[in-house]
């Protein structure tokens, strides 16, 4: 991150503090247009959700613990695989990280709220009935969505009402993330600092603000592919359905226009927050600050054009496997010099090793390994070996999970106690992390074999082969989910100052930024007067 | 248009200004939107 000096005649948060008068209760949280307190419902939000895809991960592995049906009937197992990915997807990862710039980016740039708070207030309050549409959906005559998180049709267009349900679940979803990324880019380009321009923004602005373009890029997309299989379900078009001259590979193609840049909405929030850590752990400056920028930037963009990669099995022609194989090896790029730039940021740095840091490098070392079997699956003539094995399930766990979750618990950890005003239990954080990363890397390396030995994804029974890495990998599952129980107890003991230890406004000594100018826990109104960065 | 905001500090314009340049940051990104959305589906569904 750029060096941001502050003025000391403008330091600029105490004489904020006198004024926290607000509404107590619920009514505070319903009506609140404080970005601190939406950016905390979203953080417990995405937590409830990650609880709840992750409980339905869990009756998977149980189901796959043993070849043979057990414990769910194959129809209510493809619900789960699909609600699993939906919720964790749209309902788990992408409001934390949200939540993340909601309490951060203002705090970052120097700026008192969002630029929209009221709508900042609604686009929270859109989720929680999003969520109940989509898990009520399971409840309705025919069950729920049971395609995949990707609702390719034809099975999307004959199910049941739920995936009415799910439709407009998602609907409501996107509508939030496109209302939340106007007021993150509008927040991000008008209401920085006096001095603070943009080559001097903290890396995790810089990759907000390009996750946001992507947002309202693709979005609107996605929004549009389901509307289209809603009007096909009901109103007699036939977007894609041959008997009347339409073409179900034409929805994947508009999926996936939106799919694959979904990938880096999830990932560049997280490779921002790691560009926070890695600096403030290593006690050095960020390597290669605008190198990072411009490898963010080209990450977005190639991520708008490698979508077909996800559908090689379809029977495009050559050519076409050959643009989309090229252009999603050339992603490999800006990644590597990302990855080079923190191994960078780190070499001769006086590092400690803080639970923050160990989650961001367990990061680096998991998500660098998932980026790898990326280019495994990129190319085309082996992709279509391992099309819809397990793994592909492999290789995006390694990238959804020891990426985008490791980082975002790094965030919690990093920040937290600029939340809470205490500071969490070092030995639990390290307990934690250690628990999580090798009950992760029991649960997921094993389906790299199982993929590779030709063990489909989305099915509930499978050939006896397969049994001895579906039970490692189920343990591993079950370990890796109670982990995060130990997590919610540690966030609680955090917020309840069970460590006793208060959290000075930079607990970090490393750590660099104007969020460290204000006291801990953040006063409820921050930099009505804006500070001045030279 | 964009840029590190004004100190604001004087009791007149800048919260006014500041918040008509929001709102045309916002209407212009809804129009940034409708650009790439638009022109996609209707070349994936002629």
Redesign the interface.
Known sequence: MASIPLDPAHGGHAHDDHHDHHPTGLKRWLTTTNHKDIGTMYLWFSFTMFIVGGIMAMIIRAELFQPGLQIVKPEFFNQLTSLHGLIMVFGAIMPAFVGFANWMLPLQLG?PDM??ARMNNWSFWMLPPAAILLISSMFVPGGSVAAGWTMYPPLTVQQGYGMDLTIFAVHILGASS?MG???I??TI?????????LMKMPMFAWTWLITA?LL??T???LA?AIT?ILTDRHFGTT?FNAAGGGDPV?YQ??FW?FGHPEVYIIALPAFGVVSQVIPAFSRKKLFGYPSMVYATASIAILSLIVWAHHMFTVGMPVAGQLYFMFATMLIAVPTGVKVFNWVATMWRGSITLETPMLFALGFLFLFTLGGFTGIVVALSPVDVQIHDTYYVVAHFHYVMVAGALFSAFAAVYYWGPKWTGWMYEEKLGKIHFWWSLIAFNIAFFPQHFLGLAGMPRRIPDYNQQFTEWNQVSSIGAFLFGTAQIFFLIIVIRMIKGKSGVRAPAKPWDGAEGLEWTVPSPAPYHTFE??P??K | ?????????SASHPVRT?RR??RL??WL??V???L??LP??YL??R
Not at chain 1, 190 to 196: E, F, Q, S, T, V
Request: no cysteine.
């Open positions: 700026a630029a929209f496109i990324s106007i007021n880019i509008t380009l008008n209401l920085r600092a006096p001095g603070m321009t373009f309202i890029a979005m609107p997309v549009g289209m977007f034409m193609h508009i226009f007067t804006p001045v960065v | 248009m964009t840029g590190p905001r004004e100190p604001l500090t500041q340049r929001n940051t916002a990104l809804v940034v939107a409708l790439i959305t996609i589906l994936r569904t």
